[in-house]
């Protein structure tokens, strides 16, 4: 079972919405998208919602709509308070390093069914049973991840280009905090991940040690 972090980057994405109270930021991954705010991940956001991704044709907006409706649960409002804050802010989160798993992760949800659902202890969404067991979680969190300055900063070459306790992930090419929450994010090696990670590379993805 995957093993990923989001709730504390959620929470720094809420604050910086809330902070900045408009969807209308410069970029697809500053701020809000996950701990977002900042510009590094704004050229892989510039596609238009209206674009068709994937076999199915949704476009980006119905995407998100099918992700922001499957997971707003009664009462299951850890993420987010509406299926309209959810758009709103997972909108600022599109990133092309994560597109193929936001398209797979979005044809699985739009088929589930109520059914399908349960709200965890701690007010997190979670699919029963094993439908989208390998989808879903992946794309969101992966956007979520690079929307994240401490995931995903400055653009590097070398660890040597990045500030503090910086690594430089040599799957986004972009500086990594060692100290810092990123589930989902892309990586080659598990020197690519935050020190509480590790690269799961079936998944191409940073999952929990």
Known sequence: MKQLVWSLPLAFLLACSAGTGSSGSDNGEGGSGGEGGSGPGSSSSSSSSSTSSGPSGLTEMDRLQVFCEKTMLAGCAAWFTSAAQCVDIMSKTQSDLCQDKWVAETDCLGKTQAGDWTCNGFGEPEIVGTVC?????????????????????????????????????????????????????????????????????????????
């Open 133 to 209: 067991r390998d989808e879903y979680g992946f794309g969101s969190y992966c956007r979520i991840a690079v929307a994240t300055p401490d995931c995903y900063g400055a653009a590097c070459m070398y660890s040597a280009d990045c500030s503090g306790d910086g690594v430089c992930n040599d799957a986004t090419k972009h500086c990594v905090q060692t100290s810092a929450k990123c589930g989902g994010l892309p990586c080659k090696y598990s020197a690519d991940c935050p020190s509480a990670f590790t690269c799961n590379d079936a998944l191409g993805q940073c999952v929990l040690n």
